[in-house]
């Protein structure tokens, strides 16, 4: 079992949808990531969260350390939402990232 | 500010060669993590310096090996390329640790024949 569980692994949603992606980590963290990568690879830190929630724009992430849960929520998505979403957490001690296979989220127009 | 640079961008080698990447990070970044992405793996640590020093290292071989220089800038050496190293290779600065927003920097895309 991955350490960083990530779903849905593949999202398809029409332009406006509310949008929601999970992760869930089985270690002790000091801190939890997302990432957004488009095509071509460059990635973009989104949010860096140890608790309570963030909001960005139409970016909003939650954290719950009790459950070791987090998501990732986007309002009114735009098709330049596409890309591919990536949840990181820095284990706590060594301080390792561990990275979640990544939600591939496609908005169509 | 600028952002991470990393150079080359891309590169073909093959089989048994070795190959240096490097990366310049964020002026007064002192963390450097280098990362390995592909299709089947995702992304991976590779290892991290801070202060000139490799505070911590993932599971990868000894052919995998990097270095931190006084400017903060760091460079990752692959010996004995394999087919298998083919990947997109990343680097992330950060001011302190990577219990802080990571900076990434655009790859090298290195292809191994």
């Known amino acids: 079992k991955n350490e960083v569980e990530q779903s849905p692994q593949n999202l398809t949603a029409q332009e406006g949808e509310f949008i929601t992606i999970n992760c869930s980590y089985s270690?002790?963290?000091?801190?939890l990531h997302w990432l957004q990568q488009h095509p071509g690879g460059g990635i973009v830190s989104l949010f860096m969260?140890?608790?309570g929630k963030k909001k960005h724009g139409r970016l909003i992430a939650t954290i719950n350390i009790q459950e070791k849960h987090s998501s990732l929520h986007i309002t009114a998505s735009h098709p330049r939402d596409s890309a591919v979403y990536i949840c990181?957490?820095?284990?706590?001690?060594?301080?390792?990232?561990?990275f979640g296979k990544g939600t591939k989220l496609t908005v169509n127009p | 500010k600028a952002g991470v640079t990393q150079t080359p961008r891309y590169l073909i080698k093959t089989r048994g060669q070795q190959v240096t990447l490097s990366c310049s990070p964020i002026?007064?970044?002192?963390?450097v993590s280098w990362y390995q992405q592909t299709p089947g793996q995702g992304l991976q640590f590779l290892f991290e310096?801070?202060?000139?020093?490799?505070?911590n290292k993932g599971n990868f071989p000894g052919r995998f090996s990097g270095r931190q220089f006084s400017n903060s800038r760091s460079e990752m050496n692959v010996s004995t390329l394999e087919l298998g190293d083919s990947a997109l290779y990343l680097c992330?600065?950060?001011?302190?640790?990577?219990?802080?927003?990571?900076?990434f920097g655009p790859g090298t895309r290195l292809t191994v024949l």
């Open positions: 992330a600065s950060s001011l302190r640790s990577r219990a802080d927003t990571q900076y």
């Open positions: 270690v002790g963290i000091s801190a």
């Open positions: 969260l140890s608790s």
């Open positions: 990181a957490v820095t284990q706590g001690g060594s301080e390792k990232l561990v």
């Open positions: 002026s007064g970044h002192r963390s």
């Open positions: 310096y801070f202060s000139e020093t490799q505070r």
